[in-house]
């Protein structure tokens, strides 16, 4: 399963290294940037987001702009946008974000909720990571440390959402990364919502996180409750998966080191839900790895 991990952490690092810094000056990014306020629907209808007057929503091309000429990252995969607190800068030292995204892989059974080790999955994720620092350095990019679970993760069966957060260092940066995750289940897949941040503002985050699943929710007939066994997929893989496929990395000096470049940016290394917890289900089904490939009574997992 190590081998499985470090292969997934190379795709995704080598599907999403750094671009160049961009050239449009901030006050001019964020002036063509339009914030929606409100009841939003996301594209496709997948959900609606009933936006408190603190979060606004940039839509998926805004959102790439932010993304790629704020934030610093390479062009990647579509999301269905962002969402951002109204009273902190995007660009600023403090700011950070929401992406949203949504998986359409098949209806994820929970039944692997209560048997995972979160625990060895944990470990596995380091060595993973440390492995791929060889690759890393030998391109120029600093090396990441994934210190642990910022919140382990914890799965609500009621609300059918998954929570969990890591926390990141990149080496030469003074402060460490957050990611946190939520996974939302719905009929035919996963709502992915991935917030970058820095450590030091867990408790700020970790907070808003769960308002946000709050004000957002499947458009009827999408929702978790609405599986119809007759006639909808099923995922080829549960809850462990979807932990072990989230991949990102942490806000922080992340630029090459051969460029020297000082500024801080949140720089994020995408690996959208599906595709990696596909890989890391197929690659594990042929490694064989019980401790925390996902099981499931009755069909085959996701």
Request: aromatic content about 8%; proline content about 6%.
């Amino acid at each position: 399963m190590r081998r499985v991990l470090t292969a997934l952490w190379c795709l995704i690092l080598c599907a999403a290294l750094p671009a160049g810094a961009a050239d449009t000056p901030p006050e001019q990014l964020l002036a063509g940037l339009h914030f929606q306020t409100g009841k939003v629907t996301l594209p496709g209808g997948i959900a609606t987001l009933d936006l408190p007057p603190h979060f606004r929503y940039l839509n998926p091309q805004d959102s790439h702009k932010l993304l790629v000429d704020g934030w610093g990252n390479p062009p990647g995969a579509p999301t269905l946008g962002m969402l951002l607190p109204t009273n902190v800068d995007p660009l600023g030292a403090t700011g950070w974000g929401v992406i949203v995204s949504y998986e359409r892989g098949g209806h994820v059974r929970d039944d692997d909720a209560g048997g995972i080790d979160y625990a060895e999955l944990l470990a596995q994720l380091k060595d993973a990571v440390a492995d791929n620092n060889t690759a890393r350095r030998e391109q120029g990019y600093a090396a990441i440390t994934l210190i642990g679970w910022a919140e382990q993760p914890r799965y609500d069966a009621a609300r059918h959402q998954l929570f969990w957060a890591k926390e990141l260092h990149t080496e030469g940066s003074n402060e460490n990364g957050l990611n946190y995750h939520i996974r939302v289940l719905g009929r035919e897949g996963v709502l992915v919502l991935n917030a970058v941040a820095g450590m030091d503002q867990i408790a700020q985050v970790s907070s808003e996180m769960r308002n946000v699943t709050a004000f957002t929710d499947f458009t009827p007939g999408k929702r978790y409750a609405d599986f119809d066994g007759k006639t909808d997929k099923l995922a080829d893989y549960g809850l462990a998966a979807l932990v072990a496929g989230a991949v990102a990395a942490k806000p922080g000096l992340f630029g090459k080191l051969v460029a020297l470049m000082l500024a801080f940016k949140k720089v994020i290394l995408v690996a959208l839900a599906a595709g990696g917890a596909w890989l890391y289900y197929l690659l594990g089904r042929r490694a064989g790895s019980p401790a925390v490939r996902p099981v499931r009574s009755g069909s085959t997992p996701r």
